[in-house]
């Protein structure tokens, strides 16, 4: 528009006076910018399967392409409480507590909202997925950052507990975790429990990588934790499961009367999500095999990765699950981490994401991340560069 109109746009107070553009849209960007190996933002370079591209070719060609029922289709809700049901012994209704999101993000936003009231506090574990505080501040709800144990990650109950007030609505977790790499064990999942149990705080468990466990670790679902399941909302996303995170389709299990609050804000929000995704989703579930072998076809990938990382000098953090490598880079630079993956990205051509981007307070412990979920093509061209340094 022309200046004169600009001028006359009333100034506007933001909702979110902190928040810029995310890291991973400014990561990938100059990634794109200096044709850097972008092992930044979390996506994988390589296809999905083509027969499930058939799946969503065949039910838009038999004509599944209006509007969905407002919580999703039934044959998708269905296989999903099947695969609950099987992995994690729960039973969930598929119509009145499982309900089809446009993605983990929408999911987990239309959450916040339906249940944090202004004033209400939710504990968030830092390092943190970077949607969580802003969702909780456009519901009004004040986030209570608690951090995990630095060096290693692992939740600290003490710290929880003591964070814990009357004000507390809700708490939220990620296992297995962006972006430390950390799972969480069936004990520290015990813990959470017994911690909970004398309160009505909430769970919002955020398992997007839930499939990507790593040394025959099982996943701790919620779902697997009656006194965690009856106060929880599951999130899972198809697009890391699939290798289709464009598609933006995931979900949220939880108790019915918690799934009816969700759907009164969901039905505001979203509506509906995409039709064919759907359909094709619910068909290819049909067959377990393509999740449950991602352990291994992601174990593979980590352990390339990380012995050619071991042939640099930065020092290399665990791994239990998801498609993250951390590592520290005080080895290798003196400068801070934002700066350290700008420079990498420009100077060495590869990208990554400083670990500071996952803290509000922008704390700076000299580890950035890595994506491993690309192809081997793709991670030993980025460590040719990367055993430069
Ligand atoms: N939570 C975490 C921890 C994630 O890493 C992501 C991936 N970007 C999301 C939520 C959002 O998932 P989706 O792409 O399905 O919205
Ligand atoms: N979850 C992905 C990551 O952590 C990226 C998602 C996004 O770009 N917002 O890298």
Redesign the pocket.
């Known amino acids: 528009m022309n200046s004169e109109i600009q001028a006359r746009t009333p100034a506007l107070s933001s909702r979110l006076p902190r928040v810029g553009t995310t890291i ?1 849209t400014v990561m990938s960007a100059l990634a794109a910018q200096h044709n850097a190996v972008n092992l930044g933002q ?1 996506f994988p370079d390589f296809a999905c399967d083509p027969s499930l591209v058939d799946a969503v070719t065949k039910a838009m060609q038999a004509g599944h392409n209006q509007y969905p029922p407002m919580i999703g289709v039934a044959v998708l809700r269905q296989a999903i409480a099947r695969k609950i049901e099987a992995l994690h012994r729960q039973r969930y209704d598929g119509d009145s507590e499982i309900t089809i999101t446009a ?4 999911a ?1 936003l239309t959450t916040i909202l339906a249940i944090v009231h202004p004033g209400d506090e939710v504990i968030v574990l830092e390092p943190c ?1 970077d ?1 969580y505080v802003p969702n909780i501040e456009l519901a009004g709800g004040v986030a209570v950052r608690v951090p995990l144990t630095p060096g290693t990650f692992r939740p600290d109950f003490a710290k929880i507990a003591a964070a814990l007030t009357p004000r507390t609505r809700a708490i939220l977790i ?1 296992s297995p975790h ?1 972006p430390s790499a950390t799972i969480w064990s069936e004990a520290e999942m015990r813990s959470l429990q017994d911690l909970l149990a004398p309160t009505n705080v909430l769970l919002i468990s ?1 398992e ?2 839930e499939h990507m466990v790593f040394d025959g670790q099982q996943h701790q679902s919620a779902a697997r934790f009656p006194g965690l399941a009856a106060r929880a909302f599951i ?1 899972s ?1 198809f ?2 499961t699939y290798h289709v ?1 464009g598609w ?1 389709v ?1 979900y949220v299990a939880a108790p019915a009367t918690l799934t009816a609050e969700f759907r009164k804000v969901h039905q505001f929000n979203v509506f509906t999500v995409n039709t064919p995704m759907q359909y094709a989703l619910a068909a290819y579930m049909a067959d377990p095999a393509p999740y449950l072998g991602l352990p291994a076809f992601y174990q593979r990938k980590r352990d390339l990765f990380r012995e050619g990382l071991a042939k640099t000098r930065f020092k290399i953090l665990h791994t239990e699950g998801s498609y993250f490598q951390c590592v520290d880079i005080s080895q290798v630079s003196d400068l801070g981490e934002a700066d350290f993956c700008q420079w990498l990205t420009r100077d060495i051509g590869v990208a990554a994401i400083p670990l500071s981007a996952f803290y509000g307070m922008g704390f700076d412990q000299r580890v950035v991340r890595f994506c491993f979920a690309k192809q081997d093509a793709t991670l030993l061209a980025a460590l040719e560069r990367l055993q430069k340094l």
Do not use: C, P
Not at 103 to 106: D, E, H, I, R, V
């Open positions: 991973f979390g993605g983990a993000t929408q987990i997925y949607s990620n962006n955020d997007v990588y999130v996303s697009g890391k995170t933006k995931g």
